[in-house]
Nanobody, 122 residues
Framework: QMQLVESGGGLVQAGGSLRLSCAASGFFVSTYTMAWFRQAPGKEREFVSGINWNLITDYGDSVKGRFTISIDNAKNTVYLQMNSLKPEDAAVYYC????????????????WGQGTQVTVSS
């Protein structure tokens, strides 16, 4: 059974940093495309970052230069390092996986975690 479990969310001041983790079980993250999405209240779930099995990465325009996605194959975990956080980054962050190339649409991802809340105070 494939499972994704996010952790690392919390409350941080604007300008601060957080690192989110997504622990996978039932499959190897190195063989899937892994991605982070986020959803703020009243807004659509949006693509934040993704990485495929060739370690090709992509980022949403609003997070480029501030967020970094990475994989630890030994821990079968995907990370999202978030620096220079802004109040507009506040959202529930979701980890997702798909068995195909890197896509930015939420509808292309079949497997999802339960989400972790990120709150950024100004």
């Amino acid at each position: 059974q494939m499972q994704l479990v996010e952790s690392g969310g919390g409350l941080v001041q604007a300008g601060g940093s957080l690192r989110l983790s997504c622990a996978a079980s039932g499959f190897f993250v190195s063989t899937y495309t892994m991605a982070w999405f986020r959803q703020a209240p009243g807004k659509e779930r949006e693509f934040v970052s993704g990485i495929n099995w060739n370690l090709i990465t992509d980022y949403g325009d609003s997070v480029k230069g501030r967020f970094t996605i990475s994989i630890d194959n030994a821990k079968n975990t995907v990370y999202l390092q978030m620096n220079s956080l802004k109040p507009e980054d506040a959202a529930v962050y979701y980890c997702a996986a798909r068995s195909g190339d890197l896509r930015t649409s939420r509808y292309d991802y079949r497997y999802w975690g339960q989400g972790t809340q990120v709150t950024v105070s100004s």
